[in-house]
């Protein structure tokens, strides 16, 4: 029997999509990916993240984060481009931007001119710290944001300098929360007929995630807090990445039934007996020997014939892969979180799927992100109900960039 799927849970929802480079795109991307119709409007000279060269790797930002978007190029400098803004905004759902504060209202298109425009309209935004307190105008990127919020300051071990965290946290943190914030005020609109304005900033966002760190410090305390890959809290023992034969393998006991797996895996049941490593106390006491005794029979073994032995006894583990394990990944391919596309601006790129799976929902079919502009005739005349001389007179106005 064929199994009858329900539309994706967004479908229906019209999106303006101003936002840049990884923080808003990456919202945006998963509402388009949950169904939602999202119109990516940028400047005539494309946003930041088109601007980037190519590199020789496997994946193209931009690619990555705008598929299944209409691709609209507006002047917001004109004030023809900003009037084509408001009309759009009359027949969206949600608006949404990570300019630095004020640039809309620069722009006249604060949300007070929005909300005028559209009174159910959702404004959102997303900035580095926020519209108000004293940190409101300063730049903001994932690697500033590192800093300020203390996540470098805990990246790296005890005797090494702050260290920035590979991935970009922040920006994705952001992003992640904005969506939920987005989600969220559609729900409170069907309930309740009321359309709020949604601030997420990254700062915020990303702090949360240090809690186990903050469990080790006290106010006033000015002491390294880098534990390396040991627990952030430094209250789980072991719990660290020891080296292999061939490369290293991340281990960690919640449970004093891992820790007893552990032992007869790396056939040392004598562990079980020694009173330094005997109970979960005594282990964090002793944390340097634990960490050394572990690792004088992890450095003997391979790493997948490990890994395959610490599952089958369910003890918490991982390999350490490196990034051309992950992305030719068997799981992360099968369960449709990645594919190999053969995308018509940058060749052969890897696309991510979204990590929001709806079950019993069709899923929208991939497709790639767009050249600069390619849909803004499209969609201006079918969004306003424009004809071919009202659209042409709007190009003759500069609304689109400058008119030759």
């Known amino acids: 029997m064929t199994q009858h799927l329900i539309p994706p849970p967004l479908s229906g929802v019209t999106v303006i999509d101003l936002t840049q480079i990884y923080n808003g795109p990456y919202a945006t991307f998963l509402m388009a990916q949950a169904g939602a119709t999202v119109i990516k409007v940028e400047s005539p000279s494309g946003e930041h993240l088109r601007k980037r060269e190519r590199a020789s790797g496997v994946a193209q930002p931009f690619g990555v984060l705008n598929p299944n978007k209409k691709n609209v190029v507006l002047d917001l400098q004109a004030s023809a481009g900003r009037e084509t803004l408001l009309e759009m905004a009359k027949q969206a759902d949600v608006i949404v931007y990570n300019f630095a504060p004020g640039a809309m209202d620069r722009l006249g298109l604060g949300v007070d001119t929005l909300r005028q425009a559209n009174p159910q309209l959702i404004v959102a935004s997303s900035t580095g710290y926020g519209s108000t307190g004293p940190y409101r105008d300063y730049p903001a990127m994932d690697l500033t944001v590192q800093a300020m919020s203390g996540v470098m300051s805990i990246t790296g071990g005890p005797d090494t300098p702050p260290f920035k965290a590979g991935p970009a946290l922040c920006d994705f943190f952001a992003g992640v929360h904005l969506y939920g914030a987005i989600t969220t005020a559609l729900y409170e609109r069907a309930m309740t ?78 562990w079980l007996e020694d009173p330094r490593f005997a109970t979960r106390a005594s282990r964090l006491v002793h944390m340097e020997e634990v960490d050394a005794a572990i690792e004088a029979v992890t450095r003997h073994l391979k790493k997948g014939d490990l890994f395959d032995a610490l599952v089958e006894s369910r003890v918490p583990s991982a390999p350490v892969r490196e990034l ?48 600069l502009g390619q849909d803004t005739e499209q969609i201006v005349k079918g969004l306003l109900n424009l004809n071919d001389d009202q659209y042409h007179a709007l190009v003759s106005r500069g609304a689109f960039g400058e008119h030759p």
């Open 193 to 270: 007929g009321h359309a709020s304005n949604i601030e997420v900033s990254m700062l915020s966002s990303v702090f949360p995630s240090l809690l186990s760190s903050l469990g080790l410090h006290q106010r006033g305390d000015q002491s390294c807090k880098r534990t390396g890959n040991r627990h952030g809290g430094l209250t789980m023992c072991p719990y660290n990445v020891y080296p292999t034969s061939d490369g290293a393998i991340a281990i960690l006991t919640v449970a004093d039934t891992h820790w007893v797996a552990l032992a007869r895996v790396l056939d040392r049941v004598e």
């Open 324 to 371: 051309d394990e992950v992305v030719n990944d068997p799981h992360l391919h099968e369960t449709g979180m990645l594919s190999w596309v053969d995308h018509p601006l940058y060749g052969e790129m890897l696309a991510h799927g979204s990590p929001l799976t709806f079950a019993d929902h069709s899923t929208p079919g991939y497709v790639p992100s767009g050249q």
